[in-house]
């Protein structure tokens, strides 16, 4: 455990460093979000009952999903790794005396949570300062943000455990490009990325709530702004528990079956 936890270090310590990149993409999510809750309020003061949300938990929303945009995000992977799977020096990785698995969602981890770390705050503060319904609202009592939280890292660690399917998977493809662009694809829509799940019609939102796309972003971004609560919470996280167990499991079954067929040639 001890050497994972080294990976995570330096790697988290490493991400740290990419701050003019951090900056540009806070410009990016000010923006975006700014653009998304001004067309959400349009949509709102036509019908404001015609929607499964209210105004402000819509809006606490798009400011949360701003803020960790990096630590749910389909499309965060590490292109060194696929680039390694490509060009065959992940030879180099597989010499060491460790778990391939483990060391890759060590570094993932690392990179979705120093991203997290550098841009989370500044839209955090500017949206608990923008005036209601606008800004993100306060968690109603303490018990419903230590289940935010708890749901947020599953979350993190569901979207990670999905990546190295996709890492995996390139193990059995000429080039990453097609396996992680159709991922990034559905998870960014099926995770509520693009539409809040809620906003669904109920058939194809019941099934999308059970898949584990859902269990990423949708999760803890609706259990702190109150839409998830009392029972319905208590089974979101457990599946979120579930999603991550089974996809671990296949990522590994997946990782030993690419370890037997892997064939190295050179010197």
């Known amino acids: 455990m001890k050497k994972y936890l080294s990976f995570f270090r330096l790697r988290f310590s490493m991400g740290l460093q990419y701050r003019v990149a951090a900056f540009a993409g806070l410009v990016t999510q ?3 979000g700014g653009m998304l809750i001004l067309a959400y309020r349009a949509f709102y ?8 949300m209210t105004f402000q938990a819509t809006a606490t929303y798009v400011w ?20 390694a799977i490509s060009s065959g020096s992940v030879a180099y990785e597989l010499c060491r005396p460790v778990s391939v698995y483990n ?3 060590a570094r993932t981890v690392a990179t979705r949570a120093s991203a997290t770390f550098l841009r989370c705050w500044p839209v955090l503060i500017l949206g608990a300062l923008l005036p209601a319904p606008y800004g993100i609202s306060a968690p109603s009592c303490v018990q419903q943000l230590l289940w935010a ?17 996709v890492y995996f998977s390139t193990f059995y493809t000429v ?3 097609g396996v992680r662009t159709i991922s990034a694809c559905l998870t960014d829509f099926l995770q509520g990325s693009v539409i809040p799940l809620p906003f669904m019609p109920d058939g194809i939102r019941q099934v999308l709530e059970l898949l584990p796309f859902a269990a990423t972003l949708n999760a803890p971004l609706r259990i702190y702004s109150g839409d998830i609560a ?7 996280v457990v599946l979120q528990f579930f999603w991550l167990g ?17 064939v190295i040639q050179g010197g």
Do not use: H
């Open 30 to 32: 000010f923006a975006w």
């Open 246 to 262: 089974v996809l671990v499991a296949a990522g590994k079954l997946l990782e030993r079956n690419a370890m037997k067929k892997t």
């Open 64 to 83: 949360l999903q701003q803020a960790f945009l990096m630590l749910f995000q389909p499309w965060g992977f590490e292109y060194d790794i696929l680039e």
């Open 149 to 165: 939280l708890l749901s947020g890292i599953l979350g993190m660690l569901v979207s990670s455990a999905i990546c190295m399917l």
């Open 103 to 105: 060391m890759w969602f």
């Open 175 to 177: 080039n990453s490009t």
């Open 45 to 52: 003061r036509a019908d404001p009952n015609a929607f499964p």
């Open 230 to 236: 009392g029972i319905t919470l208590i089974r979101t």
